[in-house]
């Protein structure tokens, strides 16, 4: 067996463990355990999201390395930010804090792991943070020292446990803060290691950060002070979900509620928070459903990017807030994608990095309509992949991109494309467990794999870590065609239309949906949501089983029409490479008879060759 190839490179190690986790544990084992998983499946990802690579994550600690000093620091403060905005409701004596140490140093890689005394400092200023606090070393301070909105204090030297040479140590000011701003300095630390500040440690207001929001309290619009809950109970959930959102930094709640009935200056309340986008709203309530006009601001330009009313009938939802929750995310969710994309092509245009490109890559994913597109939305999370290896949210993004290629076209390059695709997103759930995303991802894989019932309990998976993630909900009813029970496949369709009429993958709920009406032989029935899904997605497949369900109710002239556009787009269609293609999709006796009943048959009525 070979020898792993062994080399040595610079880079930014951070080092993080949660104070006091004994006495936590001591106190409530399951509740910690509990806590600090919740804590991990937000600020893991962020690693990732900054330039990281997790090396350890032993217990409640977390080793990572960075090859840029100044992505390892703004990970640190934006970690502890978050943390703090976690710990807002959480009961002082239960709160987790982490002190992280970030040292800059020499380490030797051998492909899997990394050692190095450089590894060993890091952690010993770990050791000496308080709580909720940041020491980096010098080597560390001389590379970032003027290029973030921090401030920094000059502890001096500090002897450093089995560490030879005194280090020079630098502690970070996270607040933001500048009067009487909390360096988390260790009482360990000697106040005369403290100086006074330098001109250049002056604090400016936080930087903006990618996909910041705040979600501003929602305005009780019906006149009754008793319905005040309800618009509260609106913002709160909405706040929630969009935490949810990968990579995303949301204000939390009593920071938001603060601005409660005041009029705001949207561009200093962006400057104040650090967040790009504000998100207000009005809700009217009344006895029979509820009407919510929203509206999302860019803070840098305060031009409106989206607004919206959304009306709910008390009669069509039994949970009207969750039902105008559900929809607002899910809109809102496709507007921000939409809004990122846009800032990295404007600001970034020339030297994209890793999370703009992934950005680009799902924007221009949910635009592609030809084999073309998709291959260059393939090559662009490839190239994602090329500046930061074995990137999570780029992983995910192949995986998908490669599944759609796969899906739509079914070329002589299928099975490696599924291959690859699995692979992708095998790996990118190892890296993240809770992203319904990748899991969502991996279930599409499995069903063109044929493996119906693994893809079913994927897919669920991913509903119970998002259900909002309509992709899943609408593929609920995919999965039901295809292991023969297309009656059950109309309402979680149906509900996927309407909770998000414009999503860019309708076109897909719309093939779904007409395959299942056709498989039940409802033809008539089946056209109308066919034609809508040709319009948005002209692919062969939606193309075929229109053309079927036409022929099988002697619409000649439509035969005629969607035949010539079919043949056009893919020449060398047969029944046989159909059946052939249905059958490595599943083998469910039902679904195929179902499907030789009334789509093969019907291709066959309209003339396509055997």
Same mark, same amino acid.
């Given at each position: 067996?070979?020898?792993?190839?062994?080399?040595?490179?610079?880079?930014?190690?951070?080092?993080?463990?949660?104070?006091?986790?004994?006495?936590?544990?001591?106190?409530?084992?399951?509740?910690?355990?509990?806590?600090?998983?919740?804590?991990?499946?937000?600020?893991?990802?962020?690693?990732?999201?900054?330039?990281?690579?997790?090396?350890?994550?032993?217990?409640?600690?977390?080793?990572?390395?960075?090859?840029?000093?100044?992505?390892?620091?703004?990970?640190?403060?934006?970690?502890?930010?978050?943390?703090?905005?976690?710990?807002?409701?959480?009961?002082?004596?239960?709160?987790?804090?982490?002190?992280?140490?970030?040292?800059?140093?020499?380490?030797?890689?051998?492909?899997?792991?990394?050692?190095?005394?450089?590894?060993?400092?890091?952690?010993?200023?770990?050791?000496?943070?308080?709580?909720?606090?940041?020491?980096?070393?010098?080597?560390?301070?001389?590379?970032?020292?003027?290029?973030?909105?921090?401030? &920094?204090?000059?502890?001096?030297?500090?002897?450093?446990?089995?560490?030879?040479?005194?280090?020079?140590?630098?502690?970070?000011?996270?607040?933001?803060?500048?009067?009487?701003?909390?360096?988390?300095?260790?009482?360990?630390?000697?106040?005369?290691?403290?100086?006074?500040?330098?001109?250049?440690?002056?604090?400016?207001?936080?930087?903006?950060?990618?996909?910041?929001?705040?979600?501003?309290?929602?305005?009780?619009?019906?006149?009754?002070?008793?319905?005040?809950?309800?618009?509260?109970?609106?913002?709160?959930?909405?706040?929630?979900?969009?935490?949810?959102?990968?990579?995303?930094?949301?204000?939390?709640?009593?920071?938001?509620?603060?601005?409660?009935?005041?009029?705001?200056?949207?561009?200093?309340?962006?400057?104040?928070?650090?967040?790009?986008?504000?998100?207000?709203?009005?809700?009217?309530?009344?006895?029979?459903?509820?009407?919510?006009?929203?509206?999302?601001?860019?803070?840098?330009?305060?031009?409106?990017?989206?607004?919206?009313?959304?009306?709910?009938?008390?009669?069509?939802?039994?949970?009207?807030?969750?039902?105008?929750?559900?929809?607002?995310?899910?809109?809102?969710?496709?507007?921000?994608?939409?809004?990122?994309?846009?800032?990295?092509?404007?600001?970034?245009?020339?030297?994209?990095?890793?999370?703009?490109?992934?950005?680009?890559?799902?924007?221009?994913?949910?635009?592609?309509?030809?084999?073309?597109?998709?291959?260059?939305?393939?090559?662009?999370?490839?190239?994602?992949?090329?500046?930061?290896?074995?990137?999570?949210?780029?992983?995910?993004?192949?995986?998908?991109?490669?599944?759609?290629?796969?899906?739509?076209?079914?070329?002589?390059?299928?099975?490696?494309?599924?291959?690859?695709?699995?692979?992708?997103?095998?790996?990118?759930?190892?890296?993240?467990?809770?992203?319904?995303?990748?899991?969502?991802?991996?279930?599409?894989?499995?069903?063109?794999?044929?493996?119906?019932?693994?893809?079913?309990?994927?897919?669920?998976?991913?509903?119970?870590?998002?259900?909002?993630?309509?992709?899943?909900?609408?593929?609920?009813?995919?999965?039901?065609?295809?292991?023969?029970?297309?009656?059950?496949?109309?309402?979680?369709?149906?509900?996927?239309?309407?909770?998000?009429?414009?999503?860019?993958?309708?076109?897909?709920?719309?093939?779904?949906?007409?395959?299942?009406?056709?498989?039940?032989?409802?033809?008539?029935?089946?056209?109308?949501?066919?034609?809508?899904?040709?319009?948005?997605?002209? &692919?062969?497949?939606?193309?075929?089983?229109?053309?079927?369900?036409?022929?099988?109710?002697?619409?000649?002239?439509?035969?005629?029409?969607?035949?010539?556009?079919?043949?056009?787009?893919?020449?060398?269609?047969?029944?046989?490479?159909?059946?052939?293609?249905?059958?490595?999709?599943?083998?469910?006796?039902?679904?195929?008879?179902?499907?030789?009943?009334?789509?093969?048959?019907?291709?066959?009525?309209?003339?396509?060759?055997?």
């Amino acid at each position: 067996m070979a020898e792993p190839k062994i080399t040595r490179r610079l880079a930014a190690i951070l080092a993080a463990d949660i104070a006091g986790y004994s006495r936590l544990m001591g106190e409530d084992e399951a509740a910690t355990v509990r806590d600090l998983k919740g804590h991990q499946a937000v600020v893991l990802p962020m690693l990732g999201e900054f330039g990281g690579r997790i090396i350890d994550t032993a217990g409640d600690g977390v080793l990572a390395e960075f090859p840029s000093a100044v992505g390892a620091l703004e990970c640190a403060v934006e970690l502890q930010r978050v943390m703090a905005v976690r710990n807002q409701e959480t009961p002082e004596h239960r709160r987790m804090q982490f002190r992280v140490g970030i040292n800059l140093g020499d380490v030797i890689y051998d492909e899997t792991r990394i050692y190095g005394d450089g590894i060993n400092v890091a952690a010993r200023l770990e050791n000496i943070a308080e709580p909720g606090a940041i020491c980096i070393s010098e080597d560390l301070h001389r590379q970032v020292q003027d290029k973030l909105s921090v401030s &920094y204090r000059d502890l001096g030297e500090q002897e450093l446990k089995n560490i030879a040479r005194p280090v020079r140590v630098f502690a970070v000011n996270v607040t933001g803060d500048a009067a009487g701003a909390d360096f988390g300095v260790s009482n360990r630390v000697p106040d005369s290691a403290i100086r006074a500040p330098r001109a250049n440690d002056s604090i400016r207001a936080p930087a903006i950060r990618r996909l910041s929001i705040v979600v501003l309290p929602f305005a009780n619009a019906s006149g009754d002070p008793n319905q005040d809950y309800f618009s509260d109970g609106v913002t709160e959930e909405v706040t929630t979900q969009l935490s949810k959102i990968k990579g995303a930094y949301v204000i939390g709640r009593n920071t938001a509620f603060a601005y409660r009935g005041k009029r705001v200056d949207i561009k200093a309340l962006g400057r104040e928070l650090g967040v790009r986008y504000v998100l207000q709203g009005r809700v009217d309530r009344f006895e029979d459903g509820a009407d919510t006009n929203v509206e999302l601001t860019d803070c840098l330009s305060g031009a409106i990017l989206w607004s919206d009313t959304i009306e709910v009938d008390k009669a069509g939802v039994r949970n009207i807030r969750k039902e105008v929750v559900s929809r607002m995310t899910i809109a809102l969710n496709l507007q921000l994608m939409a809004a990122e994309a846009k800032r990295a092509e404007i600001e970034n245009p020339d030297n994209p990095d890793a999370v703009d490109l992934v950005m680009r890559g799902w924007w221009a994913f949910y635009a592609a309509r030809t084999p073309e597109q998709y291959q260059q939305v393939q090559k662009t999370f490839e190239t994602a992949l090329a500046v930061q290896p074995d990137w999570q949210p780029a992983l995910v993004g192949r995986a998908r991109a490669l599944t759609a290629q796969a899906f739509l076209w079914a070329g002589p390059d299928r099975q490696h494309q599924l291959e690859q695709a699995e692979s992708d997103a095998i790996a990118a759930i190892s890296r993240d467990q809770g992203d319904a995303l990748a899991h969502q991802g991996l279930a599409r894989i499995w069903m063109l794999q044929g493996r119906i019932e693994a893809a079913i309990v994927e897919n669920e998976s991913a509903l119970e870590l998002n259900p909002n993630l309509t992709d899943a909900f609408s593929f609920r009813g995919a999965l039901f065609v295809y292991n023969g029970q297309a009656e059950l496949a109309i309402e979680p369709l149906m509900k996927a239309l309407a909770q998000s009429p414009r999503d860019p993958h309708k076109g897909f709920w719309l093939f779904w949906l007409g395959l299942a009406l056709c498989v039940l032989g409802k033809y008539r029935e089946s056209t109308p949501w066919l034609e809508k899904s040709v319009a948005l997605m002209p &692919y062969p497949p939606t193309l075929g089983i229109l053309l079927a369900a036409y022929a099988q109710i002697g619409e000649t002239e439509m035969v005629s029409r969607v035949k010539t556009q079919l043949l056009r787009m893919q020449p060398d269609m047969s029944i046989t490479s159909l059946k052939k293609l249905a059958q490595q999709i599943s083998s469910n006796s039902t679904f195929l008879a179902s499907l030789e009943q009334h789509v093969l048959l019907g291709l066959h009525k309209a003339g396509v060759k055997d």
